[in-house]
């Protein structure tokens, strides 16, 4: 028995000192009080006030691993299989796989480790300003009086404000590991609220230039890991590209296409450069973006040779920033005045009385990056027949149930009921209207990737006439589900999807700049080859 309490004891006496060294070592461990309450706010921690350091460091420790390390552990469904997506995951039985099953997959596809993750959190000045756009970081060395070099190139500017963080926040009495607002002196709340949009994180409501800062650095690191896998996959396609170079290739290539695959791909030439002079050019550069040379760092190459990609990747995210805020502006062009006040309605916008449509519309572009909050008179019209009748069915108001057991009834009946039984529950409150935003909630999330999938076309028509659209003559189902889903994104989010409008837009930009990429590699190759073979049939008819 004693030597059982006895090994119990050394077990216990291990595992505090191993807890009591990781908690030693955290990141947090270092950070001023102010950080502390600050992540903890960021977070929507509460903590008392006033507490000692000690509490607070505690508090920050529980909360720790649920918002650093494992995030996605109160991700969604849809955010979840979003995720997976962009790593590539064969999402075709996500649909059917328990949220647990999801998590347990995107856990398996996690940017970094728990080490990892820690480890970052103790150099914050290498990646929290990697999201920035390229005039951003310009703006804040400017404002601090940075001298960079021209040219102005985006490696030149992260290298510049990185070096000068810390001796900025110093200078100015701020802490530097878990950055107040001073960091984002430069950025206005369109810039904020601009970011958001762009990384698909959605805008506090109601936002305040305080929010949108805490929201915006909350959300830094997972940005940073995003950018960095996406310039990872850049570099695979453009080591795939120089791959294909062979020493043949590069001999059968004349001076002038040697000199033009230099000039798309960023490798400088010194004047008077002679032919073989040229080949070794190329494939001394083939050779440190393939990592052949003692020393030679890919990542360095990689950015020489795709011409800034860095730089491309914030062009492109601006891009399709103008591009969702167009196409927004598109939509609501044509949308009807009752849709015009129904979206200001959901956002909690109040309309001035007799407000004409144009009037709405500058309103409603006003509040683009606003989601929606709550309910309003068109929560119930995205919502499948199947959801309608269930809803009607176990509502607790007796007429509604009797609507959802009407043989025959149509989308237009069963939405008019859903709204009395909402306005009566909503009347009464309590639990009534507890359970009716819950309903609400998970038809919403089960039905978000199928939505109007099931619709009949007339149903399709009629939702689109509601906005005001015009159906195109001829159109296919495929082409109404698709029109009716475009006008129920904008509505839901404005331009804040995380991942139905803008998200995906980026993406295409950004996927886009890697075909560009592999492109420009591989004009030359292609030509070379097509040279090449030319040469040999022509040889061979020597013979």
Known sequence: MRIAKALLSLALVA???IASSWFSNAAYNKWHETELERWLSDHDVPYPTPADRKDLEKL??????????????????????SYLKQKGVDTKQSAQSSRDSLVSQVKNYWYETED?????????????????????????????GIPVPQPRTRDTLLQKARANYETIAKKAGETASYPGNWLYETWSESDLKEWLDTH????????????????????????????QEQQEAAKKKAQEAYATLTDKIIDAWSETQLKEFCDKNSIPVPQGTKLNQLRALVRKNRAEIMGDTVGASAASAYGAATSNVGENVAWATDAASRAAQDAFDSAINTWSESRLKGYLDARGVPVPQGSKADELRALVRKHAHKAASGWSAWTWDDLTVDNLKAYLAN???AAAKKVSEKAGATREELVSAANVAYASASSAGGSSYASVTSYLAHATDNAKAATFDTWSESDLKAYLDSYGIPVPQGSTLNEL?????????????GTSSPSETIFAKIKENILGGWDWITGQVMIGSDAAKKKAEEGRAKAHKEL
């Open 15 to 17: 595992d505090a000192a």
């Open 60 to 81: 920050v420790q529980k909360n720790w691993e649920s918002n650093v390390v494992t995030p996605y552990n109160s991700w969604d469904t849809a955010q979840l299989t």
């Open 116 to 144: 990892k993750a820690q480890t970052s959190w103790l150099n914050v000045k290498d990646w929290i300003l990697d999201s920035w756009t390229d005039s951003q970081l310009k703006a804040f060395c400017d404002r601090h």
């Open 200 to 227: 698909g994180y959605p805008a506090p409501q109601p936002s305040t230039r305080d929010k949108l800062i805490a929201s915006v650095r909350r959300n830094s690191r997972l940005a940073s890991l995003h950018l």
């Open 395 to 397: 509502s607790g108001d």
């Open 481 to 493: 589900r698709a029109l009716a889903r475009r006008q129920w994104t904008y509505y839901k989010y």
